[in-house]
């Protein structure tokens, strides 16, 4: 019996055999400064990492290390390792991803933070993990 099943190409994909599915080839900016502890804060700036399938869209990964504070007794910065939410649709085919939590414990306290990425132009995701 033919196939019948629709199949479109995905755009800006690469095959991941680790995965077995295409992932999108793009990334988001972000820039905030996290809540206040301990009477300083940091900032964190930087680019996710590549999109990573996730049921019927992607996220992407952000690890890096908070602003330095050399103002402290002691100066130190923070790890953040987290995922972003899934894409969150914005006008003229582009999207956002929503990332919040808790950095790294140092020196007895740590900080909140929440923002939204850069926008970036809209993927669609082409699943081939029934592929041989």
Not at 4 to 28: D, M, V
Request: hydrophobic fraction near 25%.
């Amino acid at each position: 019996m033919p196939d019948t099943t629709e199949s479109q190409p995905a755009r800006k994909s690469i095959y991941s055999h680790s995965s077995n599915r295409y992932s999108t080839l793009h990334n988001h900016a972000y820039f905030t400064i996290i809540e206040t502890s301990h009477k300083h804060q940091h900032a964190i700036s930087g680019t996710t990492g590549p999109a990573i399938a996730s049921g019927n869209g992607h996220v992407h990964r952000i690890h890096i290390r908070t602003t330095f504070d050399a103002r402290n007794s002691q100066p130190h910065w923070h790890s953040i390792n987290k995922l972003t939410g899934p894409a969150i649709d914005l006008p003229d085919d582009e999207h956002t991803h929503y990332f919040s939590g808790e950095t790294s414990y140092e020196l007895g306290h740590q900080h909140r933070f929440s923002s939204v990425t850069d926008s970036s132009p809209a993927e669609e995701w082409e699943d081939h993990s029934s592929d041989d």
